[in-house]
């Protein structure tokens, strides 16, 4: 099981995200969130792409984000997140 961290620039994203959609929608983005922290605990190294330097990119719906696991340390961080799609 790997910790999951948040960098700070993505938690501003995510309040910012959520400052611009109404109520139904932000209960859709929570369940996103707890969604990424459940793959991302399990196994960060098979989800989503991989992309350069060590990053992946996966996505839950409505969110995508880009994470790089750490597998020595059992960590993994989540370095962006953003809304794709329509609002």
Same mark, same amino acid.
């Given at each position: 099981?790997?910790?999951?961290?948040?960098?700070?620039?993505?938690l501003d994203d995510l309040a910012h995200i959520r400052g611009e959609i109404d109520e139904s929608q932000r209960q859709i983005v929570? /369940?996103?969130? %707890?969604?990424?922290?459940?793959?991302?605990r399990d196994d960060p190294e098979k989800e989503g792409e991989s992309r350069p330097n060590g990053q992946r990119i996966s996505f839950v719906a409505p969110l995508a984000f880009t994470f790089k696991p750490v /597998?020595?340390? %059992?960590?993994?961080v989540?370095?962006?997140v953003w809304w794709f799609g329509k609002r």
């Open positions: 099981m790997f910790a999951v961290l948040w960098a700070r620039s993505t929570s /369940a996103a969130i %707890r969604e990424i922290g459940l793959r991302l /597998a020595d340390e %059992r960590i993994v989540v370095s962006n």
